[in-house]
């Protein structure tokens, strides 16, 4: 069984386009994250929530918004998509929050 | 000055070799350090997992921690072209809330070669 699981694993889309990320966890965690790691593998926190709600956005561009419809999901989405967003978008999670985390395949966003 | 620093390498290593990774910090709060292996294309894994000072072992893996001098460190003996990976160290505080969050070497990029 697989424990973190993000869809699409690859996202390749135009410019100003608009699209979605979602992520499922299976472990029971209460917290999840959204990191983006970039060109240089350097994982960026984005976003945390903890039992839905949100408790760490990182400046993040008002461009992305994170939503918990429950604790076993978290999805982005990201409006009006620009070059500098592609990446490697990953999902994670934890027990309690900032403990040993859990990654997803990661979701590879190509902005063309 | 970064939170925690760590050389991206590239290291390249002959099989066998002990490869030592090495990560420093400036947070004196850090209490758990953790180091996640990072093959291409797939998410971090965690490999080993420490609280406060000391050493542990996990077969081929060591990590020491020494908070004294903000230096944290993983060993791999006997190494393997299947330890070809990004090493990434991570630590957080203790602190109570739901704000903690792992702050993040930029990751050793390490090459075992046959």
């Known amino acids: ?112 | 000055q970064k939170e925690v620093e760590q050389d991206p390498g590239p290291l390249s290593v002959p099989e066998g070799a002990i490869v030592s990774l090495n990560c420093t910090y400036s947070n004196s709060a850090f209490q758990y350090f953790m180091w996640y292996r990072q093959y291409s294309r797939k998410g971090p894994e965690l490999l080993m997992y420490t609280y406060s000072s000391g050493n542990k072992e996990d077969g081929r893996f060591t990590a020491q921690v020494d908070k004294s001098s903000k230096y944290i460190s993983l060993f791999i003996r006997d190494s393997q072209p299947s330890d070809s990976a990004t090493y990434l160290c991570a630590m957080s505080t203790n602190n109570a809330g739901n704000n903690r969050k792992l702050i993040w070497g930029l990751g050793t990029s390490l090459a075992v070669n046959p």
């Open chain 1, 1 to 112: 069984d697989t424990a973190v699981s993000q869809t699409p694993k690859y996202l390749v889309t135009q410019m100003g386009n608009d699209k979605s990320i979602k992520c499922e966890q299976n472990l029971g965690h209460d917290t999840m994250y959204w990191y983006k790691q970039d060109s240089k593998k350097f994982l960026k926190i984005m976003f945390s929530y903890n039992n839905k709600e949100l408790i760490i956005n990182e400046t993040v561009p008002n461009r992305f918004s994170p939503k918990s419809p429950d604790k076993a999901h978290l999805n982005l989405h990201i409006n009006s998509l620009e070059l500098g967003d592609s990446a490697v978008y990953f999902c994670a999670s934890s027990q309690p929050p900032g403990d040993t985390q859990y990654f997803g395949p990661g979701t590879r966003l190509t902005v063309l």
